[in-house]
């Protein structure tokens, strides 16, 4: 009697968040798998596989960050050429999912473009998806293949309760965000704020009101996404309005960081910055003297590895980094602490 082979598990890269997939590979034990990526004159993708892959368990790390269309149709090409070379199952993983925020009509004759994304993923061949802190818990269900949402609440939610802050609050900057931020709340015992805004225009976001006792109390705010900084910084100016203490910590899963949105989040009253590196920091962000600590998820996906529960906590301690900013602020944003973690 011959009993099933379990495919062989590889992980290949795109080009998008290199240095997570090294840090990935190193923490299975094994070599990134053999990949040639380049560009024709003309600009046109061209990939080749520089090993077999048939019938093995490959895994595509790729984040689809900014430059967030050529890294998705790079993310789609990889996924191609796996199944037209007879890979038995393809695993995107997703650290960041580009396109979330449009995961619904807000006004008429826009698109979803969330499920857009998740069709084309499917139908270019992808088997399973791991994604981490999507926007909306929702987009899991825009995909007809399996999805694997992991979260980074927990290794956030330890870091900040090492801190042993007094008179906390952590704060949601929208309604949006409370069923997440409530999980940090509670795990540091705090009560919560909420943010009100409105969109007046694209881009453009007005907190109208707040919701919560901030007086003289240390301020903890955190969103999955910052982009340009403006949503934070408009919850820290009414946070500081209603009298709030000016030593506000920022936390987020997605550093996406766009525009302005360093020299926005240089501001004297925030007094650290917590993200973690599902992409990579900008080069107006760049981290000194950093120390990798990761514990990806890739095994818990791999047959030979049955579904158990698994917590991945930090393999070292918490590392720092500052912000250098091109501005005459004379404080920058600091202490920024860079994990991922994954929660089943």
Avoid at 69 to 82: H, T
Avoid at 137 to 165: R, W, Y
Avoid at 175 to 199: C, F, S
């Amino acid at each position: 009697m011959h009993l099933p082979r379990t495919p062989s598990l590889k992980l290949f890269a795109g080009t998008a968040h290199a240095e997570l997939a090294s840090a990935v590979a190193d923490h299975l034990g094994i070599a990134l798998g053999g990949l040639q990526i380049t560009r024709f004159a003309d600009g046109e993708l061209y990939v080749k596989f520089e090993e077999s892959v048939r019938g093995t368990d490959a895994f595509v790390l790729q984040p689809t960050c900014p430059p967030i269309d050529a890294n998705l149709l790079e993310l789609l090409v990889l996924v191609d050429a796996l199944r037209r070379a007879s890979a038995d199952r393809i695993t995107c993983v997703l650290p960041y999912y580009g396109y979330a925020r449009q995961e619904k009509k807000a006004a008429p004759r826009e698109p979803i473009t969330a499920k857009l994304i998740a069709n084309l993923i499917a139908t270019a061949g992808a088997s399973r998806i791991v994604a981490i802190d999507l926007h909306a818990e929702a987009i899991q269900g825009f995909f007809d293949i399996p999805v694997d949402h992991l979260t980074s609440i927990q290794i956030i939610g330890d870091s900040l309760v090492a801190k042993n802050l007094r008179d906390v609050v952590v704060v949601s900057p929208d309604e949006g965000r409370v069923k997440t931020v409530r999980k940090i709340a509670g795990r540091l015992n705090a009560p919560l704020a909420v943010g009100y805004k409105v969109h007046p225009d694209h881009g453009v976001s007005d907190i109208t009101h707040l919701a919560g006792d901030v007086r003289g109390k240390t301020c903890i705010v955190y969103d999955d996404i910052i982009s340009t900084g403006g949503s934070i910084n408009e919850i820290i100016d009414a946070l500081l309005e209603n009298g709030a203490r000016p030593e506000i910590t920022v936390a987020c899963t997605h550093p996406v960081l766009a525009g302005r949105a360093v020299e926005r989040l240089s501001r004297p009253e925030i007094k650290e910055l917590i993200v973690t590196d599902t992409i990579p920091l900008r080069r107006k962000a760049q981290r000194q003297n950093h120390r990798p600590f990761r514990r990806p998820p890739v095994r818990r996906g791999h047959p030979a590895h049955p579904r158990r529960r698994i917590r991945f906590f930090p393999i070292s301690g918490v590392s720092r980094h500052s912000y250098p900013v091109e501005t005459t602020r004379a404080e920058s944003a600091s202490g920024t602490l860079r994990r991922m973690s994954s929660i089943t």
